[in-house]
């Protein structure tokens, strides 16, 4: 219900171009909403979170609760003309201990100087506050020439414990089947793309995938795959919080 509403209510824009039927990829939708939503229950009153890379801020409206604050680089063109805040999470234009939250989606495999980007975060986050993540292993390479990285759980846990930041938990997104769905979709995508047959054919072929590989993803989180699946996940959330007085 979350997700379905968050929808409807004004994240159309983006999600239209990566997570619906047309694109193909709408089976994923649902577990990159119910994370984002996930933020505003580890706080009880209002909070400042700073969203690095909001392009055109898709997921303001499911924080409720959050005084929000987008930053962006005003060079992609998924960019939104009123960003709060222009600058790269290299280099963070924002004085130290100055939110209590902040968050990444799909971000940092853009980022270059990734040591740089983890250390400016843990700067402008208050101590005891929260960096949320989410972020790809699998993902077909995207914007370039600005597409660096993929991150296993193991090189995001000791990137963050080197800038003081302790891992409260993670989950996943996406398993075996949805890795195989993905690829799917990409190969469908990029024959029907070369020729010139993709805006008239594609959604045929989504419709069924999406449907097919969403119930088998579903499948694949049964208690018996469990672990292969976090394994082999198409990417991970990750809740990091910022060790007091360090």
């Not at 939104?80 to 968050?103: H, K, L, R, V, Y």
């Not at 100087?113 to 790809?136: H, P, Q």
């Not at 070369?194 to 008239?200: G, I, V």
Request: aromatic content about 18%; proline content about 4%.
């Amino acid at each position: 219900m979350i997700w379905s509403r968050a929808y409807i209510g004004g994240m159309k824009m983006y999600f239209d171009r990566h997570f619906s039927l047309i694109t193909g990829y709408r089976f994923l939708l649902k577990d990159v909403i119910k994370y984002i939503a996930i933020i505003d229950y580890f706080f009880d009153s209002k909070y400042k979170i700073l969203d690095i890379g909001c392009g055109k801020k898709p997921y303001k409206k499911l924080l409720k609760k959050s005084d929000y604050v987008g930053l962006d680089v005003c060079e992609c063109e998924y960019a939104n003309p009123d960003i709060n805040i222009i600058g790269s999470s290299e280099n963070i234009p924002c004085e130290n201990n100055n939110f209590d939250a902040i968050m990444t989606v799909f971000v940092l495999d853009d980022s270059f100087y990734i040591k740089k980007t983890f250390y400016e975060i843990s700067r402008v986050l208050k101590d005891g506050g929260y960096y949320f993540a989410l972020e790809a292993q699998n993902a077909s390479i995207h914007n370039p020439p600005f597409d660096f990285f993929r991150f296993a759980p193991n090189a995001m846990i000791k990137l963050a414990k080197e800038v003081n930041l302790e891992l409260i938990r993670y989950d996943t997104y996406g398993g075996d089947f949805a890795n195989v769905g993905f690829c799917f979709i990409s190969i469908i995508r990029n024959t029907l793309s070369s020729l010139r047959l993709e805006p008239f054919f594609g959604p045929i072929f989504y419709l069924p995938i999406n449907v097919i590989f969403r119930l088998l993803d579903l499948i694949g989180r049964l208690k018996v795959f469990r672990n292969k699946y976090k394994n082999n996940s198409m990417g991970y959330f990750y809740v990091f919080k910022k060790v007091e007085n360090a």
